[in-house]
């Protein structure tokens, strides 16, 4: 069982740490490799490693309220480097941490390639960001290209999404458990209540087929 997490907050600018804490309270779920990515201004920058997260930088002074991460239990995909989470579409826009399986990721994928979205890792994962940043394109708008993309995924699994030129996180939950928690200035997103408990006690878990916008 892997974990994913994300953090928002219109004050903090502490959202790399807070994320590196939460992964570091689901560790005893288990996992092969691990994540971050973060928005700072409009840019996106991941960081992945494969073993342990106690080796992540904890001094980072990167300036920035949106992140979000993962600890991979790899199902498809050599535990590599390039398919530890978070994937990024295309254009790099797009960034996405996924717990679960999208089963149908093989047409989709094919669908993708042959549209010449290029593919970095050998994850089912990575159709996500891709298929999300295909409706962009069609409608300029994260929220609607997220749910459009949802509706082609077969499976049991749970993601949160971020995007360069959106205020806020989204997530989606089908299956794999996903809840949130919320204080005034920031909220959580996660698989496991463990990963923000001391930060806050009000929390609310999604039900299945259900999208979350945070921010
Ligand atoms: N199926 C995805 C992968 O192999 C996610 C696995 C997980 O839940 O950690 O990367």
């Known amino acids: ?13 502490n959202a790399r740490k807070i994320v590196i804490e939460g992964l570091k309270k689901m560790e005893y779920r288990g996992y092969d490799s691990w994540g971050i990515g973060i928005k700072a201004g409009n ?4 960081e992945k490693k494969v073993g342990s997260i106690s080796d992540a930088d904890q001094k980072s002074e990167l ?13 498809h995909g050599k535990v590599t480097e390039e398919n530890a989470h978070p994937h990024l579409s295309y254009n790099g826009n797009i960034c996405v941490v996924h717990n679960g399986i999208i089963e149908n990721y093989r047409e989709l994928k094919k669908e993708l390639q042959e549209k010449n979205y290029e593919f970095k890792s050998d994850t089912d994962t990575e159709v996500i960001p891709h298929l999300i940043e295909e409706h962009y394109r069609k409608t300029n708008d994260f929220q609607t290209s997220v ?30 458990p996903l809840l949130i928690g919320y204080e005034k200035e920031e909220s959580f997103i996660t698989s496991d209540v463990v990963a923000f408990i001391e ?13 979350v916008v945070l921010g």
């Open 1 to 13: 069982m892997c974990g994913i997490i994300g953090y928002c907050s219109t004050n903090s600018r």
């Open 43 to 46: 840019s996106i920058s991941v």
């Open 63 to 75: 300036d920035c309220n949106y992140a979000i991460g993962h600890t991979r239990w790899a199902t």
């Open 147 to 176: 749910k459009k993309a949802s509706e082609c995924f077969r499976g049991n699994y749970a993601f949160i999404a971020m995007c360069n030129d959106f205020e806020g996180l989204i997530g989606v939950k089908n299956g794999a």
């Open 199 to 211: 930060r806050t006690k009000k929390v609310t878990y999604l039900d299945d087929n259900e999208m």
